[in-house]
């Protein structure tokens, strides 16, 4: 037979039950009630990206829960913050069966290197969150300047005009000064837009189209050359340098084989000139044909008309026939010559003197010789009355 319970055992028996019943009614621990909760917790991103996350602090406890937030970034030069209702946060209170929301935005560093970081937002008895990002490509800190054709080629009378692209890879928004170290005689300006600019300013990660112009001297020799061209600040720069070949210079002359641009012609006559292109530039002309500008009625032809190439220092001789009108009046007329090659022309104008016919010269003088001896006779045969 069993012996009875002694009265003390009984006692502490009692006293556990009740202990059980009075655990089994309390709340459940804050710890596994509480938790944090971003639907993107692993991304992607480039240097000098921003991401922001949007971080749920759900309270599925019976109690008011209070935390302080802090966060854990990749390195020194990763810029963090966290925010609530638009306002910097440090510390969140989150009510019973409730959940609060934070805004997580991290800068990735221009200067990073590739591959993987992890970003760690601490919340006390919520726990912590890891947010793993992925640098996808190796990161720097500079200023990328780039022309879409850094090499040209023209004649001393072109327009060199470059396209370039300034990018600003730094964190911060850049005032770039533009310079171009030009031969001297030479023009070089910078456009954006249309209009003409000395610097220009980017934001963070942004780019810039630039328009540079070069326009050589009048005397520029045929050679090539080489045009540094800058993007600076106090902080960083970027350099590039641009070709401009000149292949030569153009020229040409249209003159007389005597130098005199004047002529003397008849009402109705023509006149032969003997002209010359010449070529006084270092390239050659191709193609020149010659044309002219007379008074109404008047005629002006060339022999050749069109002269396929002239080399540099070359003349060639053209003879310019001149017709007058028959009804021209004594006088000086104007005649307009134009020799036009495809890079250059040149023109002269001859001044034509237009003289009365000899011909007629001597008709009027029998006319009034005839008038003469008409007076004369009428005088012996009515002058004896």
């Given amino acids: 037979m069993f012996k009875p319970l002694g009265k003390r055992f009984v006692a502490a028996v009692a ?19 509480v938790k944090l909760y971003t639907p993107y917790a692993s991304l992607s991103a480039a240097p000098g990206e921003q991401l922001s996350y949007d971080v749920d602090l759900i309270n599925d406890s019976a109690d008011i829960q209070t935390v302080d937030l802090s966060f854990e970034s990749p390195g020194k030069d990763w810029k963090t913050e966290l925010t609530a209702g638009g306002h910097a946060i440090r510390q969140i209170s989150v009510k019973p069966n409730d959940s609060q929301t934070v805004n997580l935005s991290v800068q990735v560093p221009f200067e990073v290197s590739k591959g993987d970081y992890t970003l760690r937002l601490n919340a006390g008895s919520f726990g912590a969150l890891p947010l793993k990002i992925n640098v996808a490509e190796q990161g720097t800190y500079r200023t990328e300047f780039k022309a879409e054709q850094p090499n040209m080629q023209g004649h001393s009378d072109s327009t060199f005009t470059y396209n370039l692209t300034l990018s600003n890879r730094t964190a911060g928004k850049q005032q ?11 023009d070089a300006r910078f456009s954006v837009g249309g209009n003409n600019v000395t610097s220009v300013e ?17 005397n520029a020799a045929a050679q090539t050359y080489e045009i540094p061209v800058h993007a600076s600040n106090s902080s960083t720069s970027a350099d590039l340098t641009m070709e401009a070949v000149i292949t030569g210079t153009y020229g040409i002359n249209l003159t007389t084989k005597d130098q005199r641009l004047s002529a003397n012609v008849t009402a109705g006559g023509e006149r032969k000139l003997e002209m010359v292109v010449q070529n006084t530039g270092t390239a050659e002309l191709t193609n020149v044909s010659l044309t002219g500008t007379a008074p109404t009625e008047w005629e002006v032809s060339y022999d050749p008309k069109t002269i396929a190439s002239i080399k540099p220092g070359q003349s060639v001789p053209v003879t310019a026939t001149i017709k007058s009108s028959s009804k021209a009046l004594s006088g000086d007329y104007v005649v307009a010559m134009t020799a036009q090659a495809a890079e250059k022309s040149a023109d002269a104008a001859v001044r034509v003197t237009v003289k009365t016919s ?4 001597w008709v009027g003088v029998l006319i009034i010789a005839a008038v003469l001896a008409g007076i004369y006779a009428l005088f012996r045969k009515y002058g004896r009355r």
Wanted: glycine share 10%; net charge negative.
């Fill in 176 to 186: 770039y000064s533009l310079t171009a170290e030009a031969p001297a005689g030479w």
């Fill in 15 to 33: 006293l556990l039950l009740c202990v059980g019943l009075v655990a089994s009614a309390a709340p459940t621990s804050a710890a596994g009630a």
């Fill in 202 to 218: 980017i934001d963070p990660n942004g780019t810039q189209s630039i328009t540079l112009t070069l326009t050589p001297a009048e």
């Fill in 358 to 361: 000899v011909l007629w010269g």
